[in-house]
């Protein structure tokens, strides 16, 4: 049970990261990194001219896979997700935006999250990770006596 609860929280953050994503756009631009009202905020230089873009990220490739997955949900849940994730509303609002109770909509969500961490499991996404890689080579190595 341990396992599938860090497995929702760990989608939980790549849904946010995937409504940030979106919210961006693809070419990365997006929402200011920095309030003007924060005391290290620093005018642009002059002569240069002052954009909204954020510096890309390298998880681009990621969000599109997870995109590519959660558009083969049903419409039902692609909205849910939505709602939920992208319009950032109360429960309440979501509910009514959904036309249906709020536990409906937590069910949803979490229908939504199996769905798509089968999928991910399924086509390996997301497993990236080189430390953890070399971990398994050196273990499987052990194994093998080398």
């Known amino acids: 049970m341990r396992d599938s609860m860090t497995e929702v929280d760990v989608l939980h953050e790549r849904l946010q990261a995937w409504a940030a994503w979106l ?15 924060h ?5 642009p230089t002059p002569g240069s001219t002052p954009t909204m873009r954020t510096t890309p990220t390298s998880s ?3 969000q599109r896979e997870l995109h590519a997955v959660i558009q083969t949900l049903c ?3 692609q909205n849910t997700l939505v709602v939920v994730y992208l319009m950032r509303v109360s429960p309440a609002v979501q509910a009514t935006l959904l036309d249906c109770q709020p536990s409906t ?5 979490a229908e ?4 798509i961490a089968n999928e991910l499991n399924a086509q390996g996404v997301g497993r990236s990770n080189p430390q ?5 080579k050196a273990r499987e190595a052990k194994r093998e006596g080398f």
Request: aromatic letters at 4%.
């Open 112 to 115: 939504a999250k199996q769905l």
């Open 132 to 136: 953890g890689e070399r971990h398994a």
């Open 75 to 77: 419409l039902r849940l």
């Open 23 to 37: 919210t961006a756009g693809t070419s990365g631009a997006g929402y200011p990194t920095k309030s003007v009202l």
């Open 105 to 109: 909509v937590r069910a949803r969500v």
């Open 60 to 62: 681009t490739k990621q």
């Open 39 to 43: 005391s290290s905020w620093l005018p």
